[in-house]
């Protein structure tokens, strides 16, 4: 029991997994367990699958590679308590942490960092690679919304590539600037979020640049490190990018390997990327869950290895007591669960950094979950998976181009904006911002596209606004503010006995700019104009994200609303994209 509770301790605390205890991995599989579970050899020649650069490793995930630490003299200070209460090393133990060097890459210069697992982990021929990622997408049950974030496995694709498939189904049509990938790191132990010196990471399928300039943002924060070594052989990101490319346009990497965090490390780097995520970006949290066996030290000794039917069910309670917490987006309670039950969760600390960066109101979905025992049909060692999304949006805060507003200057427009609604609707005449007593500043008085937007128990009850600055800020919130309640074609003019349901929403734009074609469109950051001939209609930024659409669906309700045929996007028809700062009464 200490055994199993040391080796997992540090596969939550480290998140590492390798060879067995400083042991050589045996030239054949393990008993019980296919001759290759997380990458694929040849078939049937009998030899363990080929982990990264061609290390052998015959167990999804292979097994837990444990760091030699000796224990701090008394009066040294104590080592945390990881699962089970055992010691784990902290910042002051002695487990040895890797220095971080220094971004080697000079300006301007490509490093790509290549496939590690193609040829074993998943298929190493382009064609083929594509046609199997296909497959899984196939299956799809991803569920309605937007998603802006994913839990999805990482074992190989033979053995959790159809979970993984279902998670990445719903993102088919849909566009990101930016995907944060988070996953444990398996082979190098540290702490911290450790960031690559990469330019590109490459599949058979083609490069994926790296977001550079984020990148050198989070290194002037803390825990994030530039840490090269920690990516070099890391399965946990790239067996995602297949996924990825087959399912999404052009997008920019931000690849994030973690390991050894406190608590209070996971609520640093949540507030960190919460400050950083935006519109349009996607969080993606890399992980495995339950690691059940003797080459796992889980649920017993070989000797006493349990029946299967009882695995299988706690196997199952262990998902679904992971999954309560993951729901209700408890990702400090998820690792009190880890350390309580022991649970094998190799990716705790990137879900829980995950569920830290989330906004309120998104609606979790479990789209499916297996095991490796159910696919091989052999529980001696097995491996579970869970594929979750995360449908809502992005807060919109600060846009560039746009120039910043103040929360006081936010708080003021929606206060405007109200009063403006009040007394149109009651008084029957359009108020003075003096009226409304708000403090009119500089930027207030800045000409500004801007929209208020009116809604009803959720529903929408109005929105007019002007896309290109013709007006101060503050004139043209009144301005719209009348026209949304008075003079929406759509609606009937809002009543007084309306007014206690309603809430306002303004959106302050930046200038529109010619889009070179429907692929610059990214749902949830863009606003799109589109002009065909002498017809033209507008969405704002958030409209399609509410909606669940994808960019198709965006634009052809948006030719629907111009008053032209559905299709009638697809040729001859011209976009302009704007992003914008949205803002709430209550939020």
Same mark, same amino acid.
């Given at each position: ?37 997380? %990458?694929?050899?040849?078939? +049937? ?36 308590? !990881? ?15 890797? $220095? ?28 083929? *690679? ?10 799809? +049950? ?26 990445? &189904? ?21 702490? +911290? ?15 994926? =640049? ?30 995602? *990018?297949?996924?990825?490319?087959? !399912? ?6 931000? =690849? ?21 995520? #935006? $519109? +349009? ?25 349990? =029946? ?30 880890? #350390?309580?039950? %022991? ?48 449908? %809502? ?31 149109? !609707? ?59 309640? #008075?003079?929406? #074609? ?9 007014? &206690? ?41 958030? !409209? ?10 965006? *634009?052809?309700?948006? &030719? ?25 009464? %209550?939020?």
């Amino acid at each position: 029991m200490e055994r199993r509770h040391l080796l997992f301790g540090l596969c939550v605390s480290l998140a590492l997994l390798c060879c067995r205890e400083n042991t050589p991995a045996p030239a054949g599989p393990a008993r019980g367990t296919p001759s290759a579970v997380v %990458g694929e050899t040849g078939a +049937g020649d009998g030899a363990a699958g080929k982990g990264a650069r061609g290390t052998e490793s015959p167990t999804p995930d292979s097994s837990i590679v444990v760091i030699p630490t000796s224990k701090p003299a008394a009066g040294e200070g104590a080592a945390g308590k !990881v699962a089970g209460g055992t010691e784990s090393p902290t910042p002051d133990s002695s487990i040895e942490v890797i $220095p971080a060097p220094k971004p080697a890459v000079p300006e301007g210069e490509e490093k790509v960092r290549r496939s590690v697992l193609a040829g074993s982990w998943y298929e190493g021929d382009a064609e083929r *690679l594509a046609a199997s990622v296909d497959r899984y997408l196939a299956l799809g +049950g991803a569920p309605p919304g937007h998603p802006i974030a994913l839990v999805a496995p990482h074992a190989g694709h033979r053995y959790s590539g159809g979970i993984a498939g279902q998670a990445y &189904s719903g993102l088919r049509g849909r566009t990101y600037g930016r995907v944060f990938l988070l996953g444990p790191s398996h082979r190098v132990p540290f702490r +911290g979020v450790a960031l690559p010196a990469d330019t590109h990471f490459e599949t058979p399928l083609g490069r994926i =640049p790296v977001d550079l300039a984020t990148v050198k943002a989070l290194l002037a924060e803390k825990p994030f490190l530039s840490h090269p070594e920690a990516h070099a052989e890391e399965h946990s990101i790239e067996i995602h *990018l297949p996924f990825l490319q087959r !399912v999404l346009p052009p997008f920019q990497l931000v =690849p994030m390997v973690v390991s050894g965090l406190t608590d209070e490390d996971v609520a640093q780097v949540s507030l960190v990327l919460r400050r950083t995520i #935006r $519109p +349009g970006d996607l969080v993606i949290a890399s992980s495995d869950f339950t690691h059940y066996g003797p080459r796992f030290d889980y649920f017993g000794p070989p000797d006493d290895l349990i =029946p299967v039917d009882e695995a299988k069910e706690r196997l199952h309670d262990l998902m679904v007591q992971a999954w309560q917490l993951i729901r209700a987006q408890e990702g400090l309670g998820l690792l009190s669960h880890v #350390r309580r039950t %022991g649970d094998t969760i190799c990716g705790a600390l990137p879900i829980a950094v995950l569920l830290g960066v989330l906004p309120p109101g998104v609606q979790p979905h479990r789209i499916a979950m297996d095991t490796s025992g159910a696919i091989t049909g052999d529980y001696t060692d097995s491996v579970s998976y869970m594929a979750a999304q995360f449908s %809502g949006l992005w807060p919109y805060t600060t846009v560039d181009g746009a120039g910043a507003l103040t929360d006081a200057e936010k708080d003021d427009l929606l206060r405007l904006a109200r009063f403006t609604l009040e007394t149109v !609707v009651k008084e029957g005449r359009k108020p003075g911002a003096e009226e409304a007593g708000i403090v009119v500043t500089d930027r207030l008085r800045q000409l500004s596209g801007v929209f208020v937007t009116l809604k009803k128990e959720g529903d929408l009850r109005g929105c007019i606004g002007n896309i290109a600055p013709v007006k101060p800020l503050v004139d043209g919130v009144i301005d719209n503010a009348v026209n949304a309640a #008075r003079f929406d #074609r759509r609606f009937t003019p809002v009543q007084p006995d309306e007014l &206690s349901a309603i809430e306002v929403e303004v959106s302050v734009l930046t200038p529109p700019r010619r889009a070179s074609g429907v692929q610059d469109i990214i749902l949830g950051r863009h606003g799109v104009i589109l002009e065909k001939g002498d017809s033209s209609a507008v969405f704002l930024p958030q !409209v399609a994200p509410e909606q669940g659409w994808t960019v198709a669906d965006t *634009l052809t309700h948006l &030719s629907t609303k111009a008053g032209l045929p559905p299709d009638a996007w697809r040729e001859g028809a011209d976009f302009e994209l704007f992003e914008a700062i949205v803002f709430h009464e %209550g939020r």
